[in-house]
């Protein structure tokens, strides 16, 4: 069973800006046949538009879905942290 998002104001929640909606709609079914949790939302205005929606996940997650998405063809913008005052923190 999954564990919960934790709460937007957590500073916990990370998001990954994917290249193309292609590319945010094929990783949606590898989270889902892995498990991982994660919620699609539009991108948050402060990290551009891109394709327009990004995949919010808890950070715990965020090796999970870096290896998950390097296994396939799908290519990364950016992977973001949401700090608990509402910014951007880039993920190396």
């Known amino acids: 069973m999954s564990t919960p998002m934790p709460p937007k104001d957590s500073g916990e929640r990370c998001y990954a800006v994917l290249f193309s909606i292609h590319f ?6 590898l989270l889902k046949e892995q498990g991982i949790v994660y919620e699609l939302t539009p991108i948050p205005r402060a990290l551009g538009s891109a394709c327009g929606m990004a995949i919010e996940f808890p950070c715990r997650e965020t090796e999970s879905i870096r290896a998950l998405l390097a296994s396939t063809d799908i290519e990364i913008v950016g992977l973001y942290r949401r700090t608990s005052d509402d910014r951007f923190v880039a993920l190396n």
């Open 24 to 29: 945010v709609l094929k990783a949606e079914t």
